[in-house]
């Protein structure tokens, strides 16, 4: 079984990295910059921004279904992913998995729960794979364990 894990589409966000302050708090967003070379994960990119780096911070909607799954929290993308092509992973783990507790949520066509597992550090593909093995499964949000925000979109490849 093959999957593939994809950043976000920049495009939407685009207009946030030349906005004033007044505009980014306009659309619930702010600029940062990154403390440290690890903790500050591009969803574009799908690797952690360097120290120093520039970032948009700002509210996702992640998993827009009509159901009581809708999800929504705060993401970080980096200044130079703007214009990037979402990165995209296939039967590999992003940067942005490595050393990171990842809960999985495994979901139907429908956009309705039908499983979940929890990822210690070096088992994400074990448990991305074992939720897949049940065909009821779509697409599986990879979200950080201990923030909650989303971190990745995982699809059958």
């Known amino acids: ?19 004033d302050d007044a505009e980014l708090a306009r659309h619930h967003a702010s600029r940062v910059r990154a403390g440290a070379d690890k903790g500050w994960p591009c969803r574009v990119t799908l690797e952690d921004a360097r120290e120093g780096e520039q970032l948009i911070l700002l509210h996702h909607v992640s998993h827009d279904v009509a159901t009581p799954y809708r999800s929504a929290y705060a993401i970080y993308i980096r200044e130079e992913a703007a214009k990037a092509v979402p990165a995209a992973f296939v039967d590999t783990l992003p940067p942005v998995f490595e050393g990171r507790p990842i809960a999985l949520r495994a979901f139907d066509d ?16 074990e448990r991305i794979r074992a939720l897949f093995d049940n065909a009821d499964i779509a697409y599986i949000h990879a979200h950080n364990a201990a923030h909650g925000c989303f971190a990745a979109r995982i699809d059958r490849a």
């Open 1 to 19: 079984m093959t999957y593939r894990i994809s950043g976000i589409d920049p495009a939407p966000f685009s207009h946030l990295f030349t906005a």
């Open 110 to 125: 429908a956009g309705m729960l039908r499983d979940a597992a929890l990822a210690l550090p070096g088992m994400a593909d």
